[in-house]
């Protein structure tokens, strides 16, 4: 294997999931709340996705029976970022990406009811030192329990749509079944919109909204927010992800992808400050849970050779 080839995919992916850490600071700074702020991510995204080479033509192989099945499946992204969204503005990014980090908890039960593989309790075991992070996360106060709660429905989310991906995609291009499936959680969003809250209110939807929080010093308008949240963070990222897989492992590859809630945690201390609102019991725990994260496809490998 070409060192300089591996060096790059390296860079890709790395590049990639700091990307994905970013999408949480966005989420703080964008003035709107969680339905407007998925809703313009999502057809950003979709704009972003469409233009890729091989994306149209990898549409027309995806059999029309299957196309409801993606549609489900973007229906529940929809919902897992308007979660996602719902912790952060009520709490902050580094209690909503703690929650987050659970999902592998959830995939670990989730899995295997929907793709039909083996039962794996070396995943319930790290399972249980993630619960035992959460219950030290819970030391940060009454206050901050909302954010927690709908972070861990976020994170079940997560496991549900990356299960039922990984039963349905097949050989299809991935970049086109995204496409299928976050237009779908676009128009899913758009029908929901008359009955949510205030319906369509022009001042939410408003793209020239100014954010409350400074970044770099600057208060920016949500439209160049958006633009990075939709294409830079979401289309781009995904393909820089895609990329390197041409040339790393799966199992590099989730090593740098459990990266993304450090990355997100340590970028939100730097921009928002957040390590004076959060206690020490906070950090331990959510210590605890990302090397929980981060171990998982370690011992795996060492557990499947000591079986066979």
């Given amino acids: 294997m070409n060192v300089g080839s591996t060096q790059k995919a390296y860079v890709q992916i790395h590049t990639a999931v700091l990307l994905f850490g970013f999408t949480a600071i966005l989420g703080k700074l964008i003035p ?25 033509r990898g549409l027309k192989k995806v059999p029309t029976r299957k196309l409801p099945v993606f549609a489900g499946i973007g229906v529940v992204v929809s919902l897992h970022w308007l979660t996602f969204y719902a912790s952060i503005k009520l709490g902050n990014v580094s209690i909503a990406l703690a929650s987050l980090a659970t999902t592998t908890l959830f995939i670990s039960i989730i899995e295997p009811l929907v793709t039909g593989s083996r039962f794996q309790w070396l995943e319930l075991l790290l399972g249980l030192f993630v619960i035992v992070g959460i219950v030290l996360v819970l030391d940060v106060g009454e206050a901050y329990y909302g954010s927690i709660a709908v972070g861990l429905i976020a994170a079940f989310l997560a496991a549900l749509f990356s299960s039922l991906n990984k039963r349905h995609i097949g050989d299809y291009n991935p970049m086109s079944i995204s496409a299928v499936e976050l237009l779908a959680g676009f128009v899913f969003l758009t029908v929901v919109i008359p009955f949510w809250g205030d319906g369509f209110d022009l001042n939410e939807f408003d793209l020239m909204r100014t954010s409350e929080y400074a970044f770099m010093g600057w ?15 979401t289309s781009i990222a995904y393909g820089l992800a895609l ?19 450090v990355y997100g945690i340590l970028m939100a201390i730097a921009v928002f400050q957040e390590n004076k609102d959060l206690t020490p019991n906070f950090y331990i725990g959510t210590t605890i849970i990302l090397l929980s994260v981060a171990l998982h496809p370690i011992l795996k490998k060492y557990w499947t050779k000591k079986k066979i």
Avoid: D, M, Y
């Fill in 243 to 261: 990329a390197s897989l041409k040339k790393l492992t799966a199992f590099s590859s989730a090593l740098a992808v459990n990266l993304e809630p």
């Fill in 219 to 233: 208060h920016i308008p949500a439209f160049w927010l958006f633009l990075v949240l939709g294409w830079l963070c």
């Fill in 32 to 56: 709107q709340q969680e339905l407007a702020l998925v809703w313009h991510r999502l057809w950003i995204a979709v704009v972003g996705l469409i233009v890729f080479p091989g994306v149209i």
